[in-house]
T-cell receptor, first 113, second 109 residues
C-alpha cells in the first residue's frame, strides 16, 4: 500500500502564478480531504469529497481556490492567482468511511514569493 | 472560544519522565475524540482514539471528561522518540474532524 501520494513535495512560485497541487488517495478510500497547515492557524479543512462529489467547501478561503476530483484516484487543488499569504503546507488525506482512520499524504510545502 | 484548544508548549521533559497534555473543546455535542502525532515536517498520524471510559495503549493513556469538555493524554516513561507535536482532534456529529494546533513535546537525554 503506497499510502496517500501528493505532488509536488515542494513548490516555490511567484505571486500571481497559478499553482496546482495533486493527490492520489489510497485505493478503495471513498472520502478525500484537503487541509492547509500554518503555524498561526494550525490544520484547517479546505474541502472534502465523498465518492468524488464535493460535500463541504466552506473552508476554501476565496474564489482563488478551487478543487476537483474527476475520479476516485485523483484530486487537484488549484490556486489562481497565488498570493504570499497562501504559503503553507497543504495536506491531502483519505479514509474508507466517515468514522474510519484518516490517512494523510506527506504534504506539499508551498512558498509564494 | 476556539473549537479545540491546546497548550502549544513546548513541554521539555527528560527521558523516563511522565508527561500529560490536556485539550479542551467547545462543542458539547462532540462525539468522537482522537490524539494524532505529528513529527517535524511530516504528516499527522493517528496515535489513538479516546473512549468515554478511558483507554490505554502501552505507555499512552487517553481520557475523556465530558462534563468539563476536556481530553487528556498521559505518556509514561518518555522516550526520545516521543518528541513530536500532539494534536487533539474532535468530531462533532457527522461533521469532519477539527484539529487543535498541537502541543509540542521535547524529550531530552
Amino acid at each position: 500500500d503506497a499510502g496517500v501520494i501528493q505532488s509536488p513535495r515542494h513548490e516555490v512560485t511567484e505571486m500571481g502564478q497559478e499553482v496546482t497541487l495533486r493527490c492520489k488517495p489510497i485505493s478503495g478510500h471513498n472520502s478525500l480531504f484537503w487541509y492547509r497547515q500554518t503555524m498561526m492557524r494550525g490544520l484547517e479543512l479546505l474541502i472534502y469529497f465523498n465518492n468524488n462529489v464535493p460535500i463541504d467547501d466552506s473552508g476554501m478561503p476565496e474564489d482563488r481556490f478551487s478543487a476537483k476530483m474527476p475520479n476516485a484516484s485523483f484530486s487537484t487543488l488549484k490556486i489562481q492567482p497565488s498570493e504570499p499569504r497562501d504559503s503553507a503546507v497543504y495536506f491531502c488525506a483519505s479514509q474508507t468511511g466517515f468514522r474510519e482512520k484518516l490517512f494523510f499524504g506527506s504534504g506539499t510545502q508551498l512558498s509564494v514569493l | 472560544r476556539k473549537e479545540v484548544e491546546q497548550d502549544p508548549g513546548p513541554f521539555n521533559v527528560p527521558e523516563g519522565a511522565t508527561v500529560a497534555f490536556n485539550c479542551t473543546y467547545s462543542n458539547s455535542a462532540s462525539q468522537s475524540f482522537f490524539w494524532y502525532r505529528q513529527d517535524c515536517r511530516k504528516e499527522p498520524k493517528l496515535l489513538m482514539s479516546v473512549y468515554s471510559s478511558g483507554n490505554e495503549d502501552g505507555r499512552f493513556t487517553a481520557q475523556l471528561n465530558r462534563a468539563s469538555q476536556y481530553i487528556s493524554l498521559l505518556i509514561r516513561d518518555s522516550k526520545l522518540s516521543d518528541s513530536a507535536t500532539y494534536l487533539c482532534v474532535v468530531r462533532t456529529g457527522y461533521s469532519t474532524l477539527t484539529f487543535g494546533k498541537g502541543t509540542m513535546l521535547l524529550v531530552s537525554p
